[in-house]
């Protein structure tokens, strides 16, 4: 009796040992993986993916390593929580996530619920971090920023024109739009025409009479590259010459898919190409060889590991609120995207955008180049 009771004892040590070596850290990865932003939610879970490959490969964090759950959030609102509340029930720790703001904002309440920290790589909106929370974070800037950003252009590039304002009713968009009109409000100049559209819609005719009407020099745009593509293909079929401008939401090579050869002049704020840093070179080759460009969020998707696994090793844990109190310590975190130290909200402290236009390389195809 005595050596089976010591055995048992033995065995059932043996394994909480195993266990706790096997450990695994669960990470999150949520974004619109279908639909008609699915080229951002691929950015997400690729370059999530490769930073939790790149980590395990060199022993995880403190001898865990991370494992990935993923959850379809196909930007709609209602589907993010739902994500949200799978992540808690499977024990995930932390979350890379989500693309749209208007997602993000509700699935980060349910993180915060259930001690889960989210950092996002692609959600500008102002609310997402006014908001007070302990766990929420992002790796890209805010609309208030690029909104600033692109109203200076324009007050500079189109002084004494005409500027129209469309958005498309999203958190993002309309808020990235509201942010833009007050920039270039602010500098004297009013617009001609303020107009929200639907997303999904496919007919933009309407539209696009007012703004032939309304005799606009260029159109501020407020959304994703869907409906942005659309818009200017049907400008350019009804004769409008007036060049788009939008911000970060036109960030994939399918916009020019989208919308065609008159999407050439269209101009952009996004932040300095992160492909171009010497700090991401190598991984960028990596992604290359595996024929997936890491255009937009993928370096900031990796980045958003980079920072988790950083803070975790400074605070000698995985706990989230650790982790989240180590993030706004003032550490500065050495990413592929540059170094990175943030305040107090989860904000990143640089400013991080600039203004491109999107033209024709040297072998014809249609894609975003800063302007220096």
Same mark, same amino acid.
């Given at each position: 009796?005595?050596?089976?009771?010591?055995?048992?004892?033995?065995?059932?040590?043996?394994?909480?040992?195993?266990?706790?070596?096997?450990?695994?850290?669960?990470?999150?990865?949520?974004?619109?993986?279908?639909?008609?932003?699915?080229?951002?939610?691929?950015?997400?879970?690729?370059?999530?993916?490769?930073?939790?490959?790149?980590?395990?490969?060199?022993?995880?964090?403190?001898?865990?390593?991370?494992?990935?759950?993923?959850?379809?959030?196909?930007? /709609?609102?209602?589907?993010? @929580? +739902?994500?949200?509340?799978?992540?808690? $029930? %499977?024990? =995930?720790? &932390?979350?890379?996530? #989500?693309?749209?703001?208007?997602?993000?904002?509700?699935?980060?309440?349910?993180?915060?619920?259930?001690?889960?920290?989210?950092?996002?790589?692609?959600?500008?909106?102002?609310?997402?971090?006014?908001?007070?929370?302990?766990?929420?974070?992002?790796?890209?800037?805010?609309?208030?920023?690029?909104?600033?950003?692109?109203?200076?252009y324009l007050l500079k590039a189109y002084k004494g024109k005409k500027i129209a304002i469309v958005h498309d009713k999203t958190?993002?968009?309309?808020?990235?739009?509201?942010?833009?009109?007050?920039?270039?409000?602010?500098?004297?100049?009013?617009?001609?025409?303020?107009?929200?559209?639907?997303?999904?819609?496919? /007919?933009?005719?309407?539209? @696009? +009479?007012?703004?032939?009407?309304?005799? $606009? %020099?260029? =159109?501020? &745009?407020?959304?994703? #590259?869907?409906?942005?593509?659309?818009?200017?293909?049907q400008m350019r079929d009804q004769g409008v010459k007036a060049p788009l401008m939008a911000g970060d939401g036109l960030a994939?090579?399918?916009?020019?898919?989208?919308?065609?050869?008159?999407?050439?002049?269209?101009?952009?704020?996004?932040?300095?190409?992160?492909?171009?840093?010497?700090?991401?070179?190598?991984?960028?080759?990596?992604?290359?060889?595996?024929?997936?460009?890491?255009?937009?969020?993928?370096?900031?998707?990796?980045?958003?590991?980079?920072?988790?696994?950083?803070?975790?090793?400074?605070?000698?844990?995985?706990?989230?609120?650790?982790?989240?109190?180590?993030?706004?310590?003032?550490?500065?975190?050495?990413?592929?995207?540059?170094?990175?130290?943030?305040?107090?909200?989860?904000?990143?402290?640089?400013?991080?955008?600039?203004?491109?236009?999107?033209?024709?390389?040297?072998?014809?195809?249609?894609?975003?180049?800063?302007?220096?």
């Amino acid at each position: 009796m005595r050596k089976s009771t010591t055995f048992a004892l033995a065995l059932g040590l043996g394994a909480l040992l195993a266990g706790t070596a096997n450990a695994q850290i669960k990470v999150g990865v949520g974004g619109p993986f279908t639909g008609p932003n699915a080229s951002f939610g691929a950015q997400i879970k690729n370059g999530t993916d490769q930073a939790i490959a790149d980590i395990n490969a060199k022993g995880g964090i403190m001898g865990q390593k991370l494992s990935a759950s993923y959850g379809d959030d196909a930007s /709609d609102p209602k589907q993010g @929580v +739902s994500v949200a509340n799978k992540f808690a $029930a %499977d024990g =995930v720790k &932390f979350v890379v996530g #989500h693309s749209n703001s208007d997602v993000t904002i509700p699935a980060s309440l349910v993180y915060q619920e259930n001690g889960i920290l989210d950092i996002t790589p692609a959600s500008t909106n102002p609310t997402l971090t006014e908001r007070g929370l302990w766990n929420v974070f992002r790796t890209c800037g805010r609309d208030d920023q690029q909104g600033a950003v692109a109203g200076q252009y324009l007050l500079k590039a189109y002084k004494g024109k005409k500027i129209a304002i469309v958005h498309d009713k999203t958190t993002y968009g309309k808020g990235l739009a509201d942010e833009a009109k007050k920039s270039i409000n602010k500098g004297g100049l009013k617009e001609v025409l303020y107009e929200g559209v639907n997303t999904g819609e496919k /007919d933009y005719s309407a539209l @696009v +009479s007012k703004i032939k009407q309304s005799g $606009a %020099d260029l =159109v501020f &745009f407020g959304g994703l #590259h869907t409906e942005g593509g659309l818009i200017v293909r049907q400008m350019r079929d009804q004769g409008v010459k007036a060049p788009l401008m939008a911000g970060d939401g036109l960030a994939s090579d399918e916009f020019a898919s989208v919308g065609g050869p008159g999407v050439e002049g269209t101009l952009m704020t996004f932040p300095p190409d992160p492909r171009n840093r010497p700090e991401a070179k190598a991984l960028v080759e990596k992604f290359r060889a595996k024929k997936f460009e890491p255009e937009a969020y993928t370096l900031y998707s990796y980045a958003a590991v980079e920072v988790i696994q950083q803070a975790a090793n400074a605070a000698k844990s995985v706990d989230p609120k650790k982790v989240a109190a180590q993030i706004t310590s003032g550490q500065k975190f050495k990413t592929v995207i540059g170094d990175l130290a943030y305040n107090k909200k989860g904000d990143i402290t640089r400013l991080d955008y600039v203004v491109y236009r999107w033209q024709k390389d040297d072998k014809g195809k249609i894609s975003y180049v800063e302007i220096k």
